[in-house]
């Protein structure tokens, strides 16, 4: 599992020592040693390895943070555990970790692709609270081809049965599947089953949810029920420490703007063509 390094004054105020301001003023005074050297201010340490002393005395580390990449099967729970008497398989039964994980966010039962799992309340509150307008990424298969009009709505927003109206998404067609499309969807948020609402209202029926993308992090080649732990520079760009990649360009998806029709009436007052000159030969135009 990878081990990600963090600053020391982080880890001393995690660990219960005092604030980081507090944690920063020990480190200049010298009490503060690791692994049996001095620290410096901006030190990094992984805290799950390293021996970590104040005044002498070893800190108790912090819960290693661990960050897992799952692409979550249809007909699996999102949840830790299930309720009584339940006895579907969840995806904490996919990653056989020690750690307490819990999933970030959440991906309905019938639903497939990209979950988060990780014991970081801080990043989980981050991608999941409203106010920070995290992007997810959906690709979604439609029973049948969605017309302008529909798509249009969608883009706006959809009033549910319970009246709620879903914020502006950005919707455009993929790719055709028969009688059916698949669909990318990107929203900033996340009520339950909402795209699934949303095709019914629209007399559109969702065959499929795929999702492949939560904020910077993108489900890549992983199959259905595989997993794997995230790498520094993704962890680093999930919580907003690198700047976020730029948003692709979907003008590719859109059709060329329609050229201005020929009026007729300029065509009328062109007048007759010359006749042929050159033995019978029409005269070369020159191109525009």
Known sequence: MFLMEERLQKILAQAGVGSRRDC???????????DGQPAVIGQKAEAATARITVDGRAIKAPEQKVYVA???????????????GDSRQTVR????????????????????????????????????????????EYRVLLARHPDDEQLATWRRGVVLEDGYKTQ????????????????RVVMKEGRKRQIREIGAQLGLPVVRILRVRIGTLRLGTLKPGEWRPLTAEEISALKGDLPRPAPRSHSSRRAPAARPPVRP??????????????????PLRKSR
């Open 70 to 84: 799952l692409n979550k099967p249809r007909y699996v729970l999102t949840t830790v555990e299930p309720e009584v």
């Open 168 to 183: 502006p998404a950005i919707v455009y067609p993929a790719d055709e599947s028969g009688k059916g499309m698949w669909v």
């Open 93 to 136: 039964d996919l990653v056989p970790l020690a750690e307490r994980l819990y999933p970030v966010g959440r991906l309905d039962f019938e639903s497939e692709g990209l979950v988060l799992m990780t014991n970081d309340g801080e990043l989980a509150q981050k991608l999941t609270h409203p106010s920070h307008g995290h992007e997810k």
């Open 265 to 282: 009436e300029k065509e009328k007052r062109r007048g007759p063509e010359p006749p042929p000159q050159n033995g019978g030969k029409a």
């Open 24 to 34: 920063e003023e020990l480190i200049k005074a010298g009490r503060v040693r690791v």
